[in-house]
């Protein structure tokens, strides 16, 4: 299953954003894939928004990951642009993030290749005209599921 979609700007971006975190609310595993520039932090801003965050959201690209505690979930934003070697990424603790009571969305998985879960959802995120061109796929039951609602909130 996947779902394709066109979206214009930055309002646009997060109101998305917002729609895929009503039906993440259970946590997984998210990987955000697209070229610098392309609105991954974006997204992550809506998500968290529409979980109830109303403090600032920054790009995790040299800290690794920003941690967000909500209310019913912990949310961990994962940049690992700069990562190196993915064995870095056994000395961070990575696995200990990845619970039942987390979503875990991480740009530029790619760079942890072996050591990162398999992602739920994968988002791709590409520049067309003036907007991007978002495509997601599930990759598990979990995000089948997930994919399966976000289908009825994203109907144009």
Do not use: N
Not at 52 to 57: A, F, I, K, L, M
Not at 72 to 96: A, K, Q, T
């Amino acid at each position: 299953m996947q779902i394709v979609k066109e979206i214009y700007g930055e309002a646009d971006m997060e109101a998305f954003g917002a729609k895929l975190s009503a039906v993440l609310q259970t946590g997984g595993v998210v990987y955000l894939e697209g070229d610098l520039g392309m609105g991954k932090t974006t997204l992550v801003r809506g998500m968290l928004r529409g979980m109830g965050h109303d403090g600032p959201v920054k790009s995790p690209t040299y800290t690794i990951v920003e941690p967000y505690e909500l209310v019913d979930l912990e949310v961990y934003h994962f940049d690992l642009y700069r990562v190196g070697d993915p064995e870095e990424l056994e000395f961070m603790g990575i696995r200990d993030y990845f619970t039942e009571q987390s979503l875990c969305l991480i740009e530029w998985a790619e760079m942890g290749r072996g050591i990162l879960p398999q992602a739920d959802l994968i988002v791709r995120l590409d520049l067309i005209r003036q907007g991007r061109h978002v495509a997601l796929e599930a990759t598990t039951d979990k995000g089948l599921i997930a994919m399966t609602k976000l289908q009825d909130l994203v109907v144009d």
